[in-house]
């Protein structure tokens, strides 16, 4: 008898395993979410669509993005990280909300790093340090040469200390030797308006947010800081060319998944993010508004850009001592 049970379970197990390969064989078999973990509007937000989009027709069903934005991105990743493993929940993915958030937040309900996993890395959004017409530099130098000379006077405009702008501020603040004053607001819109009023003297954007303005001559850019010059801003240094120390500050764009998700679903969905993202409109499109298109990724490469992102962001952080209850 114990025999006969255990043929049957060992036949029950693998009916189980080819039921559950022919699935996954023929993913996606109906409509896949896609979970955006911002506002709508925004540049994020507007790649994650054309992306799914183009994603949607390589794979030959829907991807429905929804937006579930709030707590620092920790409400949407939240909702992914619990999902099923099953490739039909997919999160869009930065380094705010799988690299930041989780080393300066101390009561995450879940943990990205081993409870999702980035299977995609698209592009990346350059920063750049700007400041104001009233502001008397055209360089880091000669912004060093005025902060210091009205010491402790100057401001600079903050998102919240759990994520990269404010940190590459942190970052530049100690190359150059000087103290500025944190200044909250709600958004990039709201910290352009303020340097342009001369309420705050000093910001670090996204390419995306503050190239209009540096285009149109109503702020000036200072440097990038960025490993090497970037094509929209060429005669712009980076950190190192300007006398500082070298640092890339960037934030990217992939897609994640649930970290049990299946290897065959994963290879699949990677397989058709790699082939829409190399297409030549889409990369123009988001290029053309300051995007750093990447060439594609093998799942090793994206492992080392993850650990190198996770290296230079843990290193500022430990380095100020940010923490956010």
Same mark, same amino acid.
């Given at each position: 008898?114990q025999a006969?049970?255990?043929?049957l379970?060992?036949a029950?197990?693998a009916?189980?395993?080819?039921?559950?390969? !022919?699935?996954h !064989?023929?993913?996606p078999d109906?409509?896949?979410?896609l979970i /955006?973990?911002?506002a709508?509007?925004?540049?994020?937000?507007n790649l994650?669509?054309?992306?799914a989009?183009?994603?949607s027709?390589?794979?030959?069903q829907?991807?429905?993005?929804e937006?579930k934005?709030g707590?620092?991105?920790?409400?949407?990743? @939240?909702?992914?990280?619990n999902?099923?493993?099953?490739?039909?929940?997919?999160?869009m993915a930065?380094?705010?909300?799988?690299?930041?958030?989780p080393?300066v937040?101390?009561k995450l309900?879940y943990?990205p790093?081993?409870?999702?996993r980035?299977?995609?890395?698209?592009?990346?959004?350059?920063?750049?340090? +700007?400041?104001?017409l009233?502001?008397?530099?055209?360089?880091l130098r000669?912004?060093?040469?005025?902060?210091?000379?009205? $010491?402790g006077?100057?401001?600079f405009?903050?998102?919240?200390?759990?994520?990269?702008?404010y940190?590459t !501020?942190? *970052?530049?603040?100690?190359?150059l030797?000087?103290?500025m004053?944190?200044?909250?607001?709600?958004?990039?819109?709201p910290s352009?308006?303020?340097?342009m009023?001369?309420?705050?003297?000093?910001?670090?954007?996204?390419l995306p947010?503050a190239? &209009?303005f540096?285009?149109s001559?109503?702020?000036?850019?200072?440097a /990038?800081?960025?490993s *090497?010059r970037?094509?929209?801003?060429? $005669?712009?240094?980076t950190?190192e060319e300007?006398?500082?120390?070298?640092?890339?500050?960037a934030?990217? #764009?992939g897609?994640? +998944?649930?970290?049990?998700t299946? &290897?065959? +679903? +994963?290879?699949?969905l990677? @397989?058709?993010?790699g082939r829409?993202?190399?297409d030549?409109?889409?990369?123009a499109?988001?290029? *053309?508004?300051?995007? #750093?298109?990447l060439p594609?990724m093998t799942?090793?490469?994206?492992?080392?850009?993850?650990?190198?992102?996770r290296?230079r962001?843990g290193?500022?952080?430990?380095?100020?001592?940010?923490t956010?209850?």
């Open positions: 008898m006969l049970i255990k043929v379970c060992s029950a197990c009916g189980a395993l080819l039921l559950a390969g !022919a699935a !064989a023929n993913y109906r409509p896949v979410k /955006v973990p911002y709508p509007g925004g540049i994020t937000d994650a669509r054309a992306l989009e183009g994603v027709r390589e794979l030959k829907p991807i429905v993005v937006n934005a707590a620092s991105a920790m409400i949407g990743t @939240g909702m992914v990280a999902a099923p493993a099953d490739g039909y929940t997919l999160l930065s380094n705010g909300n799988m690299t930041v958030t080393l937040m101390k309900t943990d790093i081993k409870e999702l980035v299977i995609a890395i698209v592009g990346e959004l350059p920063t750049v340090a +700007v400041t104001n009233q502001t008397p530099a055209t360089d000669s912004f060093a040469a005025y902060a210091k000379a009205n $010491d006077k100057l401001n405009a903050s998102l919240g200390q759990g994520n990269v702008l940190l !501020a942190r *970052k530049i603040e100690g190359e030797g000087i103290r004053t944190e200044v909250p607001y709600k958004g990039s819109a352009l308006t303020a340097l009023a001369n309420d705050v003297q000093f910001y670090i954007d996204v947010g190239l &209009p540096i285009q001559g109503k702020l000036k850019a200072l /990038v800081p960025m *090497k970037i094509s929209w801003l060429p $005669d712009v240094p950190l300007a006398g500082y120390g070298a640092f890339h500050a934030s990217w #764009l897609w994640a +998944v649930p970290a049990a299946p &290897p065959d +679903v +994963v290879a699949r990677q @397989g058709a993010i829409f993202a190399q030549e409109k889409f990369r499109t988001f290029t *053309k508004a300051g995007v #750093l298109m594609a799942p090793a490469q994206v492992d080392e850009y993850l650990k190198a992102d290296e962001w290193a500022l952080i430990r380095q100020h001592n940010i956010i209850d």
